[in-house]
């Protein structure tokens, strides 16, 4: 999921005091090692990104599969994601969303979630941070609901990453200017994913319900260009 530097307007709040478990889990190796994590094309008109250092790539280990997926953190301990990657996605039509149909189900088990600062996603424990905890909206209706927060097992030192701070007091208008930067795939096969990209100078088509009904509800927006599966 691309992640937008603060043009980013949150439907609900779900932030709380969170307690602090040391000593979290790693991923585990042997799974690590059979997964494909690296890239090897670019995001389309993007660049690799060593800067934005508060997006984080997002691995899932889950009933024997492994997939990837990108958050931002917005704490040392707090990454705001998008719900479908950490929950499956139901009833898609045509391998797409119908706001009317599409919908999620249940979160995954946190204890196979893992994120990591590292421009590429490697394949060494050692560099991931365990979740605790998963927090998604209530309604698991698809459209207007596609965010999540994860809480991590230990905080991250920020001394190695940057903290985004969500846009949540102002609205955003058409024709704003903003990046996306992500780890995701560069194309509809699912090839180039796990290299964290940026890409420049996107601007913001629709607001609310200027947007098209059946891809987005009132509390979202569209870009102008899209930047392909990531």
């Given at each position: 999921?691309?992640?937008?530097?603060?043009?980013?307007?949150?439907?609900?709040?779900?932030?709380?005091?969170?307690?602090?478990?040391?000593?979290?889990?790693?991923?585990?190796?042997?799974?690590?090692?059979?997964?494909?994590?690296?890239?090897?094309?670019?995001?389309?008109?993007?660049y690799t990104d060593?800067?934005?250092?508060?997006?984080?790539?997002?691995?899932?280990?889950?009933?024997?599969?492994?997939?990837?997926?990108?958050?931002?953190?917005?704490?040392?301990?707090?990454?705001?994601?998008?719900?479908?990657?950490?929950?499956?996605?139901?009833?898609?039509?045509?391998?797409?969303?119908?706001?009317?149909?599409?919908?999620?189900?249940?979160?995954?088990?946190?204890?196979?979630?893992?994120?990591?600062?590292?421009?590429?996603?490697?394949?060494?424990?050692?560099?991931?941070t365990a979740a605790?905890?998963?927090?998604?909206?209530?309604?698991?209706?698809?459209?207007?609901?596609?965010?999540?927060?994860?809480?991590?097992?230990?905080?991250?030192?920020?001394?190695?990453?940057?903290?985004?701070?969500?846009?949540?007091?102002?609205?955003?208008?058409?024709?704003?200017?903003?990046?996306?930067?992500?780890?995701?795939?560069?194309?509809?096969?699912?090839n180039g994913s796990?290299?964290?990209?940026?890409?420049?100078?996107?601007?913001?088509?629709?607001?609310?319900?200027?947007?098209?009904?059946?891809?987005?509800?009132?509390?979202?927006?569209?870009?102008?260009?899209?930047?392909?599966?990531?």
């Amino acid at each position: 999921m691309t992640q937008l530097k603060s043009y980013l307007r949150l439907s609900l709040c779900l932030l709380a005091s969170i307690a602090i478990l040391a000593c979290a889990p790693t991923p585990d190796e042997w799974a690590l090692e059979k997964a494909n994590l690296q890239g090897d094309q670019a995001i389309r008109n993007g660049y690799t990104d060593n800067q934005t250092k508060a997006v984080v790539g997002l691995v899932s280990l889950q009933n024997g599969g492994i997939g990837s997926c990108s958050g931002t953190l917005i704490s040392p301990n707090v990454v705001l994601t998008a719900q479908h990657c950490v929950a499956p996605t139901l009833n898609q039509i045509n391998g797409g969303v119908d706001c009317r149909r599409t919908s999620f189900g249940k979160a995954y088990d946190p204890s196979g979630l893992y994120v990591t600062h590292q421009v590429q996603l490697t394949q060494n424990p050692s560099d991931y941070t365990a979740a605790q905890e998963v927090l998604v909206p209530p309604d698991s209706s698809f459209c207007g609901n596609d965010v999540a927060l994860i809480v991590l097992a230990e905080p991250i030192d920020p001394a190695d990453v940057q903290f985004m701070v969500p846009r949540v007091d102002t609205q955003i208008a058409d024709g704003e200017k903003y990046y996306a930067v992500g780890y995701g795939a560069t194309n509809d096969s699912g090839n180039g994913s796990g290299l964290r990209r940026r890409r420049d100078d996107l601007f913001i088509e629709c607001v609310a319900d200027e947007c098209p009904s059946y891809y987005s509800r009132d509390t979202e927006w569209m870009g102008d260009t899209g930047v392909c599966q990531g």
